[in-house]
Each structure stands twice: as C-alpha cells, then as structure tokens.
C-alpha cells in the first residue's frame, strides 16, 4: 500500500510505493533532500518524523542511529520506510550551497562515441555512494598531477545510477585526447562535486527559453530530464546551436521529448551547413534564432550554456531586447582540454 508523506516546513507532499525508501521516492518526485551514502551508514539524510511511523528492511532501525535519536524521532530517510502517511521534517535543497562537493571515486561504466568529437562517459560510483546535485551542476575529474577538467553532469538526479558527462575532443588536450585514445571502460577516475550555481530555479514561474551551443548541451538535458521526470508545466523553448548536421547528437531524444512532453519546443540551429546536410532547418547564430523568435525577453527566464564568447556576445544583444539580471542564468565554458 503506498503512503503519502508531506515535508515540513514548506507542505510539499509526495507518495511512496510500498517497498520504497522515503529517500527514494522525494527523488522521483523533483525533491531533493540531503544525502549521500544512501545505505544507512553516514546519516546525511536524517530527518524527524513528526507524524506517523517508519520501519526499516529487516526490522531494525540501522546502528547509525542511536537510542537517544531514535527517542526524539530521527529517523534515516534512505532507508526508512512509511508505516502510515507520515509529516517528517527535513531540509530540502534548493540552493546549490546545500550541498557540499566531496571526493569520491568511480569507475567508466560505459563509453560511446556520440559524435565525431563528443564522447558519452558513464560514470559508476561505489555502491555505497551517491552524488546529490541539483539539474545544471558540475563536477571535476581531478586529474593525476593536481589539475581539474570540470564537465556538467547531462543526467537529472532522479537517475542518478550513473553519472552521465559528454566530453568533447580538443587537440592535445590532456583528459581529452586520454578520453578519445586510451580509456577503456572499467578505468578508474576520481572526481569532486558537485559544484556551479547553474540550475533550474523552483520557485520562478516564467516561461523559459533554454539557449546552448555545441556541448553546453549537457546541463540543459539534465534540467529538461528533470522538469519531464517532475511533470513540470512550465513552457520550455530550447534552441542549440553546432556547426553542422552531424554535431547534433542528441537531436533524436530532443525530438522524442518535445513529441512527448507538451510545454517543451526544441529548435536546432546551425552555423555552418554542409551541402551533405540537406538542412532546410534554422541557419546562423543561435542567439540571433532565439531573438528572432523572442524579440520581448523581459517576461521569460532565460537559461544558457557554452563557450565566454558566444555567452557574451548573448548577454550584450539580450540586455538590449529586455532580458532581466536576475532571471538570466549561464553557465560560460571553456572546453576542458
Ligand atoms: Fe547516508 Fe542516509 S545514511 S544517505
């Protein structure tokens, strides 16, 4: 029989299915709450029931948790379970400063060649581990000799498995050029986060306009998979922008979300067509594509990823069409080489 559970202070409520952790179910509904080992062991996630009761697998409440918690009501939302519909209080993140980056390392699950010089990583974490991040953040691989590449995650943290980054090929770039010509799978990469202040803001009810180019892609996916997985209803206007036809590797799922979730429009972009592309889609900067469509952007919340000069070029033209500071938010990059 499944429970509902309402989260105090802010009544937001959520069902959980018979079998299922508190935890888990807050994270298939859109809610974050701390977190990180998800087995019953570091007590990130613990939270007072305030009404109602929760059992945990095998009848014991986990050693973590010790006599005096237990007597005011803590419980271990990763492993508890409802007993009866439940008010617990707990914090939610909503900010990303709620969740502090950590070292963790992991293993490449999967490698796939998304295009000629984007490549798909799959990141697995120990079992025992999971990395709580809000849709739009990024971490760091920290590389041997101290130095950082920083890639945003592209997966939503309800799914969460697997962390899923796209790296791009720059020549003699030294985690790139190991990417594309020595890393196999099962390769072991240490990594820190999460981190950035790029994310989809709750609270605003505007309708959005998504821009990215080329793999700025990635947080932009994370944040769709998210606002898709949560049944968000606000209208999503994405546009990205790549060189040409074959650049576009996430054209097919940007398709089939747009087919299947009716606030989201996705517009590709491209700035330099070839003969071979029998493109007869949008031609030329994508933030041009964008004003074209908007001319008016003082009611929307404008969301953009991709490289300082094509971020900067946006931002001058987009103050001139009425874009406001506070709901204009980027994430400039450099590619990691
Ligand atoms: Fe670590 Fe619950 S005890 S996340």
Request: aromatic share 8%.
């Amino acid at each position: 029989m499944s429970y509902t559970v309402t989260i105090e202070p802010t009544g937001h409520t959520f069902t959980v299915e018979p079998e299922q952790s508190i935890l888990d179910a807050a994270l298939r509904h859109g809610l974050v709450i701390p977190y990180s080992c998800r087995s019953g062991t570091c007590c990130t996630c613990m939270g007072k029931v305030v009404e109602g009761a929760v059992t945990y697998p095998g009848g014991q409440p986990p050693e973590s948790l010790d006599d005096k918690e237990l007597a005011v009501g803590q419980a271990l939302f990763c492993m508890a379970r409802p007993a009866s519909d439940l008010a617990i209080e707990v914090r939610e993140v909503r900010e990303a400063a709620d969740i502090p980056p950590r070292k963790m390392r992991c293993r490449v699950a999967h490698m796939e060649r998304l295009s000629r010089d984007v490549m798909g990583l799959q990141l697995k974490l120990p079992d025992s581990e999971r990395l709580a991040f809000l849709p739009g953040q990024y971490l760091d691989i920290l590389l041997r000799d101290g130095r950082r590449r920083s890639y945003s995650l592209a997966n939503a943290p309800h799914d969460d498995d697997l962390l899923a980054l796209q790296v791009r090929h720059i020549e003699g770039g030294e985690f790139s050029e190991q990417v594309f010509h020595a890393m196999q799978e099962k390769a072991l990469l240490r990594i820190e986060g999460p981190y950035g202040t790029f994310h989809i803001r709750e609270e605003d009810d505007r309708p959005i306009l998504m821009i990215a180019g080329s793999t700025g892609i990635a947080p932009l996916l994370s944040m769709l998979a998210h606002m898709i997985h949560t049944g968000d209803q606000r209208p999503v206007h994405l546009f990205w922008g790549v060189r040409s036809r074959q650049d576009l590797y996430m054209d097919d799922t940007l398709q089939a979300w747009e087919r299947a979730h009716g606030p989201l429009q996705y517009t590709p972009c491209l700035s330099e067509p070839q003969p071979e592309d029998a493109w007869d889609g949008r031609i030329g900067l994508v933030h041009n594509m964008l004003l074209q469509d908007y001319p008016d952007l003082s009611r929307h919340a404008v969301y953009m990823s991709g490289p300082p000069a094509m971020i900067a070029a946006a931002q001058r033209d987009f103050a001139r069409h009425g874009v406001e500071e506070q709901h204009f938010f980027r994430d400039a990059f450099e590619f990691a080489a």
